[in-house]
């Protein structure tokens, strides 16, 4: 977010809040019977992307000085909930009410402003500034003739950084600073800026259990002098603990409000979960319990996003990895695929040690990835169908040992595979940037249907596609189960592992909380195992 | 501006150059129909060019990559003055050096393939770097004076010779070289890899490429065509003179960023990297031609470069847009 000062923020200078208005800031508003007064009062707030609803009417109340919970599964709306209060995104529907009075948010600038600040799960600062520096970045500064007075500043800011337990010197350089540093410096930035309500996006994600602790004993503080928080977490626990109040977002609207007795882990999960079963799925039954393994896994890990995950993948096996974003699950990925060195633990692929040093060393032993990033990490842009579908087994098309290409061979298996796939367009010799996201995934897909892994991981395979490649991509993956292959899904989509595996198991915090077979693979079992 | 109008002119960008190329050729000729449009004139300037060629297309191995070698132009004048030291004062034979030679070049590029890809420094940096240091054992090899006697005649014959009459032997091996690279690049695994680097390194990664090892071989190559430039340089002067290559690195990015919006979208190959090399060439022998003045000659240099890559990124812009 930009915090280039703007004359349109007039209050931002720490010159005219004085320290004892930022340390002992009372709530000026009366107290109703449930606390403090309304502090944001959101109602109806609707979104959609290209025809999608990301919100549908969603709302949510929140009181001065109070700690708020927002939970939800991925996809209930709430990081769109957020955007649109920072003002980085706009409403299609819906009220603001800001402090009794009706405000429509339009940038960022204006909601820091009135008195919202921000901060995210990627805590962004300029490195080789100091603390002090970053905590001032974007804010009028005092002057001693002509040049930035440093020293008075410091000097103004010790108090808050003091109050917050900020353990490093205000003269440090950022980029030295700790995860749990980073965040409280994130604090004494919020309270510098005169802020009434900080909105926490998975604020302990990265954090160990004695650091998120101090983190929740900082928040107790803040809302105990008077500053609000929108605390937002998949650890439920945490959100017990800090908020009275709770409010359950799901399928982008906002199902109710929790508190006081109703407000349990039990009653929280209830309502993520939805009264809804979802689809029903036939329920896929794995064939050959005895077939070989081909992907055994003990205890790997590697800190801080995987703890130690045990499990055998056979041949012919669909295994679905649930659980929540930031679960882990992409770091697992990574790990078996060789693109991070792990902490601990041991792999074998069909029975012998598998050690992987790279990716490429991974792919060389017989082990695919469709990564979850397509346009980043998938395909090559400018290049032809045919060019990214060869990526991975260039040397079966060779007049082998002459390392020279079949150009021929080349365009004919391509195109088998483009016909097989049903990609559009059906020219191999077209672009993948200009096929649409669907088409773009296939080719990855096509890749390696070329190459024929052993195992192959799917990181998100139909994310952003439309319902038609969906279900052939979700048809693709299973012949290539029944052709033999190995095949790990990796979703965040509910509904797509009940549809498609024959065992799921599912991550939280890194490890595994759940492994579901059968009938037992539904969307609510997924969600419910999601929670540690 | 519309759909249609932006690809009218992302088409047009394609072959921009070639009609630069073309209006050129065609004003110089209308201006100096005597001195200008003769079999002999552009024998002579595709002769000209081909050193450039040779060098530009190995380093087009590297550009493709994303990655920049500024050591080439000082590869070229080390592996000149070694050449002819190696043939003068060592007493090897002229088949033996040459492809010492060329080795020595591949053995700098393969340096700054692993400064590069194994040791994470930036290309430009790491390849200024290496290339200062080649400046400093040129002149320690050479005590900073030319090499010039006992330079064997059949040594200087590759280069003024023609295997083939009418056409001096540099186009030749221009020709076989460019056809070679061209041939690596598009028609193996190798060039693909390459191209897939360029295009997209995570991918690549992901893909199981080794993305470092591609880019080492890509470094080795420049080296090796620096190296080749350097020693038909020396048998075309005679000698082996200090600072001799140093100029052909900028005429070689010119033309290899002339070459990159050449019938592409501003994508680095190596048949548009010939052909910029030509059209730097004809440009310089039409001012030649008309006695310009030798100022103007640099300061034509420079707007090239200039231009070349504007146009370069003008052309990815527009394909992207």
């Known amino acids: ?532 | 501006m519309g759909v249609g109008a932006k690809r009218n002119l992302s088409l047009f960008a394609r072959y921009a150059t070639l009609i630069g190329l073309a209006l050129m050729v065609l004003t110089f000729s209308l201006l100096s129909p005597t001195a200008f449009p003769t079999v002999s004139n552009f024998v002579n300037v595709v002769n000209q060019a081909s050193l450039v060629v040779i060098i530009a297309v190995g380093l087009t191995m590297t550009v493709m990559m994303g990655e920049l070698d500024l050591s080439v132009g000082y590869v070229a004048s080390l592996c000149g003055i070694l050449v002819v030291g190696f043939m003068t004062t060592n007493g090897l034979p002229v088949w033996l050096a040459i492809p010492a030679v060329i080795c020595i070049g591949a053995a700098i590029g393969f340096i700054n393939g692993v400064l590069v890809a194994k040791l994470k420094i930036n290309s430009v940096i790491a390849t200024l770097g290496v290339g200062t240091m080649l400046t400093g054992l040129a002149f320690a090899y050479s005590a900073g004076a030319p090499l010039v006697s006992g330079v064997p005649p059949i040594f200087v014959d590759i280069s003024l010779g023609r295997w083939i009459p009418g056409i001096p032997n540099n186009i030749v091996l221009m020709a076989l070289l460019a056809g070679l690279l061209w041939f690596v690049v598009e028609r193996t695994p190798f060039g693909q890899e390459v191209q897939a680097v360029g295009g997209n390194a995570s991918a690549a990664r992901l893909a199981g490429i080794s993305v470092d090892k591609i880019k080492i071989i890509g470094f080795m190559l420049s080296g090796a065509g620096a190296a080749i430039t350097g020693i038909l340089l020396a048998s075309r002067l005679g000698s082996g003179t200090p600072g001799a290559g140093d100029s052909y690195l900028l005429t070689a990015f010119a033309a290899v960023f002339l070459g990159s919006a050449t019938l592409r979208d501003g994508e680095f190959h190596i048949l548009g990297t010939v052909i910029g090399a030509l059209i730097i060439a004809f440009g310089f022998n039409g001012l030649n031609i008309f006695g310009a003045p030798t100022f103007s000659q640099y300061l034509l240099q420079g707007a090239i470069l200039i231009v070349a890559v504007g146009i370069s990124s003008f052309s990815r812009l527009l394909a992207e847009s």
């Open chain 1, 1 to 532: 977010m930009s915090r280039s000062s703007s004359p349109r923020i007039p209050k931002c200078s720490v010159t005219k809040v004085s320290q004892q208005q930022i340390l002992a800031r009372t709530v000026n508003t009366l107290p109703n019977e449930e606390g403090g007064a309304v502090l944001l009062d959101a109602q109806g707030i609707t979104k959609s992307f290209a025809g999608i609803h990301a919100l549908r009417g969603a709302s949510l109340v929140l009181r001065a000085g109070e700690a708020h919970g927002l939970v939800g599964a991925n996809g209930a709306g709430k990081s769109t909930f957020i955007k649109i209060l920072a003002g980085l995104i706009r409403p299609d529907e819906g009220q603001f009410t800001w402090d009794g009075s009706q405000v429509s948010i339009g940038d960022p600038h204006h909601a820091t402003h009135l008195g919202m600040t921000f901060i995210h799960q990627e805590l962004a600062f300029i490195p080789h500034m100091t603390v002090l520096e970053n905590i001032m970045l974007g804010l009028p500064k005092r002057t001693r003739l002509g040049s930035i007075d440093w020293q008075a500043i410091g000097k103004q800011i010790a108090p808050i950084a003091q109050r917050v337990g900020l353990d490093v010197p205000l003269g440090a350089s950022a980029k030295t600073l700790s995860p749990t540093q980073n965040w409280l410096v994130n604090i004494c930035r919020a309270l510098v800026r005169d802020a009434r309500l900080i909105v926490m996006d998975e604020p302990t994600a990265a954090l160990a259990a004695p650091e998120a602790e101090r983190l929740m004993a900082i928040v107790e503080d803040l809302t105990a002098s008077g500053v609000a928080v929108l605390y937002v977490s998949h650890r439920l626990d945490e959100v017990m603990r800090l908020c009275k109040r709770a409010t359950v977002f799901q399928d982008g609207r906002s199902i109710g409000e929790l508190s006081g007795p109703s407000l349990s882990k039990a009653s929280l999960i209830k309502a993520i979960v939805g009264g809804e079963l979802g689809e029903q799925y036939e329920p896929k039954h794995f064939p050959d319990r005895n077939s070989q393994v081909a992907l055994r896994v003990e205890g790997l890990s590697r800190a801080p996003r995987v703890k130690p995950v045990s499990f055998d993948l056979h041949r012919g096996e669909i295994l679905g990895v649930g659980g929540l974003v930031g679960a882990g699950r992409s770091e697992l990925a990574r790990l078996i695929y060789g693109a991070d060195k792990r902490d601990s633990g041991i792999m074998e692929l069909e029975g012998q040690s598998y050690d992987p040093r790279s990716s490429t060393d991974a792919v060389q032993r017989g082990i695919g990835l469709v990564p979850e990033e397509r346009r980043a990490e998938g395909i090559i842009p400018h290049r032809s169908i045919a060019f990214n579908m060869h990526l991975s087994s260039l040397a079966k098309i060779t007049f082998a040992p002459i390392p020279i290409l079949n150009w021929s061979e080349r365009k004919a298996r391509a195109k088998e595979i483009a016909d097989k796939l049903l990609i559009k367009p059906r020219d191999v010799d077209v672009p993948v940037v200009r096929l649409s996201g669907g088409n773009q995934q296939k080719v990855v897909i096509g890749r390696w249907l070329l190459r024929r892994p052993k195992v192959l991981i799917l990181d998100e395979p139909t994310r952003g596609v439309d319902i038609g490649a969906r279900a052939e991509i979700h048809r693709l993956i299973s012949q290539l189960a029944t052709e033999g292959v190995a095949v790990l899904v990796i979703s965040s989509d509910p509904d797509e592992l009940p549809e498609l595996c024959h065992r799921v198991i599912v991550l939280a915090e890194g490890a595994i909380n759940g492994e579901l077979n059968g009938s037992d693979i539904t969307r609510n079992a997924i969600i419910a195992a999601s929670y540690a």
